[in-house]
């Protein structure tokens, strides 16, 4: 058997363990957030609308069930709040021209589902984009539930953001 320095060992070990690294990082996208805005209720998913699974109507699933909740910030224009999720269940409903967006998960905070009227939507300025058709309201009432009890609610007039952090 042939042996090689530690030397040379190493210069080749080092831009194999970076190729690995790479291609790990880039299967597995970490955190995948889908955000709610106000201005034409917009929301945006790093995974394509298209790959949700439609359950019903209204509501669809994120395609990947192993993930779990980790944190939602809500941002209003008065300033903004951040729940941290450990393995608890989830619940943020946002309420927009008197429609509401259902975004829940199971009691370990995994398999996230999206409940709505998606006939209200349109498309966005890409397949990770959906916007309300009627660009006219904003974004009326906020509740994050954690293991079903409220620890954030808001009543804004506008300028909100929710982002719901869904991470391996």
Known sequence: ??????????????PLLTIAARGR???????????????????????????????????????STGRRVSRVDV???GGSTSVQFTGQECEVRVTYDGMEVAVTTNPAGRNLKMETDWNAFKSGATE??????????????????????????AT?????????????
Do not use: C
């Not at 058997?1 to 080749?12: C, D, E, G, H, V």
């Not at 959906?130 to 904003?138: K, P, R, T, V, W």
């Open 25 to 63: 990082l880039g299967a597995q996208s970490g955190d995948t957030p889908i955000i709610i805005t106000d201005g034409s209720l917009k929301m945006n998913s790093a995974v394509r609308w298209g790959d949700y699974v439609e359950e019903t109507a209204r509501r669809r699933r994120h395609p």
């Open 156 to 168: 804004p007039s506008g300028g909100t953001r929710v982002t719901i952090h869904y991470e391996e």
């Open 75 to 77: 941002q209003l224009s």
């Open 128 to 153: 990770n984009d959906l916007e309300h058709a009627n660009a006219g309201s904003h974004i009326s009432r906020v509740v994050v539930r954690r293991n079903g009890a409220i620890v954030a609610e």
């Open 1 to 14: 058997m042939k042996r090689i320095s530690r030397a040379r060992f190493l210069s080749s070990a080092a």
